[in-house]
C-alpha cells in the first residue's frame, strides 16, 4: 500500500463507523484487533493528519463502553454458566477467579481488564451476573474505555510523531509496539493481581 493510499483511508467517512463496529465486536472476540487499530490510527493521526485524533478517541471509547455493557448485560440476564464457552477450563476458571472478587474489587478489575482481552469478557460478564448495580458499573466501564482509547491514540501518536514524514514505517512500528506494551500490561497484571 502507497502512502497516498494510506492517507486517503485515514480519511474515509468509514474509517470510524468501521473502527466503532470493530471495537464493540472485540467485546466478544477477542481475536478482534480493536487495540491494534486504535493504536494505528493514532499513528495514522500523527503522520497524515487523518483520522482526527479528537474523533478516534471518543468513538473508540463509546465502543468500548457499550460492547463491555453487551457483555454486562449478558451476564445479568444469563449468568456465567449458561454457553458452552463459558465452562472451557480457561474461561471458566477466569470467570470463577473475577466472581470471586468483583463484588469487592469491581473499580480494579474493570480498570485492568480493559486491558486483557479475556479477563475482560469475564469481568463484564460476572459483574452483571453477580448484579453489580448498573448505576456502580456503568461510571467505571466509561472511564475505563476513555482511559483506553486515550492510551492506545496516545502510544500511537508518539510512534507517528517519531516517524511523520513516513506513515508507513509509522504504522508498521505502532502495530508492534501495541502488542508489546499489552504483553507488558498483561504481565505486570499477572505479577501484582492476588
Known sequence: MSADALAQLAASPWLLPALFALVV?????????????????????ATTGHPNPLLVIPVAALGAVLGDLACYGIGRAG??????????PRVAAAIERVRRTVGRRT???????RYIPFARIAVNLAAGAVRIPLGRYLPLSAAAGLAWAVFNTAMGAVVGAAFA??????????????????????ALVRRFAP
Open 79 to 88: 449468568g456465567l454458566e449458561r454457553w458452552a464457552w463459558q465452562r472451557k
Open 107 to 113: 473499580a480494579v478489575l474493570v480498570f485492568t481488564a
Open 25 to 45: 465486536g472485540d467485546a466478544f472476540l477477542v481475536v478482534l484487533p480493536s487495540e491494534t487499530l486504535v493504536v494505528a490510527l493514532g499513528a495514522l493521526a
Open 165 to 186: 514524514d513516513q506513515p508507513l514505517l509509522a504504522l508498521a512500528i505502532s502495530v508492534p509496539v501495541a502488542i508489546l506494551a499489552g504483553l507488558a500490561i498483561d
